[in-house]
């Protein structure tokens, strides 16, 4: 599939703000046999003071700028287009809970895609009881990871409700689970959390999914949205897999990658620090376009 992206983020302050430095995460990723980004750009109004790049361990592509003079508003916009190749599982190969620590033993290298980063506790994901206990309802150690995971992305899509309204992006996970409401941030950080618990490393995909409107009604401009899965390693032979606890499925052509990391942390956005005082305001809106070929 072959898209074309524009993302809006805009952000409105009670009072002027100065002295802002800022990282972005915002462009799709180019990844071998999967994706690729054929051309893109990135915005920012006012015009930075200071701005470079840089690549992050999680080999993102990063933006840093800072924004020293007062400013009302921050007005960010990408525009990219991206070639998204299928990639579905055709055979599970993955080994069974009980025999998947002797492969994650037998990886020996620390880079970025190494199952041992995305197995502890991470800036954001504390081990939980009841989400631990949660889990173990899913696990036996006949099943494969991959079986194990696909059972958690089902029961977790069954078991919450999408609401915008439950949560922050500050929200813990223990928070929505005993919920169960919440958006994609939580039904994905909810479903690491349970996986890590069993011993699975498991990790945190953001980025955008095509959304296609129902049966006789046009496409709203503006209404994709920014959105996270979860990866899950499921040995050395099958590797890393998607799933999308928040649509129970496989990431698909649909699902286009910005960033990978151990939680929201690593891949947020953008993130940053200012001067101001009282409230602010964010909007967000995202296209993604499909092209004919």
Known sequence: ??????????????????????IMRLMP??????????????????????????????????????LRSPHETLDIRMQARVQVESHSITADFSPTLSGLPEEVAGIWSLEPESPHHFLGDSPRLTATRAISDYARESAAPERTVLQIATALCTR????FTYDTEATTVDSTPLDAFKLKRGVCQDFSHVMILALRSLGIPAGYVS??????????????????????WVRVWCGE?????????????????DHIVVAYGRDYSDVAPVIGVLKSYGGQRAVQAVDVVPLKQ
């Open 1 to 22: 599939m072959l898209y074309d992206l524009t993302l809006h983020m805009g952000y409105s302050y009670d009072s002027p703000a100065s002295g802002a430095r800022h």
């Open 29 to 66: 990723l180019s990844l071998p046999d999967r994706q690729r980004l054929i051309a893109g750009s990135i915005t920012i109004s006012p015009s930075p003071d200071e701005q470079s790049h840089f690549t992050d361990f999680f080999r993102h592509p990063s933006t840093s700028f800072l």
């Open 237 to 253: 032979t099958l590797g890393w897999v998607e799933l999308d606890p928040t649509n129970n499925i496989p990431a698909s052509t």
């Open 207 to 228: 980025g955008f999914l095509r959304t296609i409107p129902p049966a006789g009604k046009e496409r709203l401009e503006g209404a994709d949205a920014m959105h996270a």
């Open 156 to 159: 977790i899509n069954k078991d």
